[in-house]
């Protein structure tokens, strides 16, 4: 029998991708064409040019089994400077090489620094709503989960409840910027406020208080809105990203750490990544992928495309009487669902072939989450939908 933690992570699998397969079974009955699939957060961009010929370049340029081979756990050197490079003049930053370590992904990244940093019973703080997949990887490693509330209109964080819920037993406290479900960016503002609450937490227990910036969506903001490089607000700070949705590629598992020169441990965390990359059974991240991304560090992925998509899906659902916060980056809506059980306004959805992910999920039951990286096309098929789902609730 598998073990009794497995079990309960069976149970409770996530409902994302529960309900992706779902939408393809739906497709098979219905056609594709009429089902209208908000669930998921893959990207629809095209993969940049400039990332396609790099990986076409080092598989005919380089030796196949140096490519292919082995690297140092932390990863290729010329990688992992071309990351600082990159951040430095973005950020105005003052990263080195060593200051990076390449992860499979941000999941793989999220989860080497709480095994750096955890040990058994020590308390992550997410801002909620946030990604579920934290759980998981805090409980990964014996760490405890504790939630944050937001302003759920706003959707910044209770500051006061932020104090109140760092304690003696607080290792971190996990910030997605932008948000996953919400679309929100946290401001300089916000985060200078939670820096100096974090601070003067630190302080006061007299002992280390991390910020975990897991950052996938950085660079996709509307709007004039920029996102805080955190680093530069508050020294015990690891940033973990993801190359997949600035570069397209999922699929991939290709991200980093970037640990914070100013942190009090800097050079000992920086040898534990490297460390945990190995015992959590990466070993290093793919090599091939650390070549692409080294040469494609500056490509970008078309942003306007999915400001369009925003625009098209915010407008009309608002003008249907939807209430959402408007999104300023990331591909998400947040729609507060018109039935006090979001559950049974996602199956109501469902009616109409529209397939949308509760709130629960992310730890803020009353709301729906609406990922708009899909074609401008199925947008605009879906309105009809959208149009007699906000009738049934008498919207309009």
């Known amino acids: ?39 998921l957060g893959n990207p629809m961009t095209p993969v940049p040019a400039e990332y396609n010929q790099a990986i076409i370049d080092a598989v005919q340029t380089e030796s196949s089994l140096e490519l292919h081979g082995y690297m140092d756990n932390a990863g290729y050197p010329k990688t992992r400077q071309a990351v600082a490079d990159n951040l430095n003049k973005r950020f105005g930053t003052n990263f080195e090489g060593k200051h990076i370590t390449m992860t499979v992904g941000a999941a793989g990244a999220l989860n080497i620094v ?13 801002l909620a709503p ?3 997949e934290y759980r998981g990887y805090v409980a990964n490693h014996q760490g405890i989960l504790r939630e944050v509330a937001p302003n759920t209109e706003t959707f910044q964080p209770d500051f006061e409840d932020l104090k109140n819920k760092i304690t003696e037993k607080t290792k971190a406290v996990i910030i997605n910027n932008p948000v996953n479900p919400t679309g929100v960016v946290y401001s300089e503002e916000t985060i200078q406020t939670i820096a100096a609450i974090m601070d003067e937490k630190q302080k006061a227990y007299g002992h280390d208080i991390y910020m975990v910036s ?46 914070s020169p100013s942190m ?21 991240a793919p090599s ?9 560090i500056d490509a970008t992925t078309d942003v306007a495309y999915y400001d369009r998509n925003r625009k098209l899906i915010y407008d009309k659902l608002t003008e249907l009487g939807f209430t959402c916060a408007k999104p ?3 591909f998400y809506l947040f729609i507060k669902s018109p039935d006090a059980d979001e559950k049974k306004f996602v199956e109501t ?25 899909v074609s401008y096309e199925m947008i605009e098929r879906s309105l009809p939908a959208f149009e007699k789902l906000a009738g049934e609730y008498g919207l309009v």
């Open 288 to 296: 091939l992928m650390q070549k692409a991304v080294e040469k494609a």
């Open 328 to 330: 300023q980056g990331a």
């Open 1 to 39: 029998m598998i073990s009794k933690s497995m079990q309960q992570a069976v149970a409770g699998s996530s409902a994302i991708r529960a309900m992706f397969l779902e939408g393809k079974e739906m497709a098979a009955k219905i056609g594709v064409e009429n089902v209208y699939d908000f669930s």
């Open 214 to 259: 897991d950052e996938p969506y950085r660079e996709l903001v509307y709007d004039g809105n920029s996102v805080p490089f955190l680093t530069k607000y508050y020294d015990n700070t690891f940033v973990t990203y993801s190359f997949s949705k600035s570069l397209s590629i999922p699929g991939e598992r290709i991200g980093y750490v970037a640990v």
């Open 130 to 132: 946030y990604f579920g």
């Open 264 to 284: 009090a441990d800097c050079e000992q965390s920086c040898s534990a990544l490297s460390v945990a990359n190995r015992i959590l059974g990466f070993v290093n």
């Open 114 to 126: 709480f095994k750096t940093i955890l040990d058994p019973q020590d308390e992550v703080l997410a």
């Open 349 to 373: 959805a469902k009616k109409y072939h529209i397939l949308l992910v509760g709130g629960t999920t992310f730890s803020c039951p009353g709301f729906v989450r609406l990922a708009y990286c």
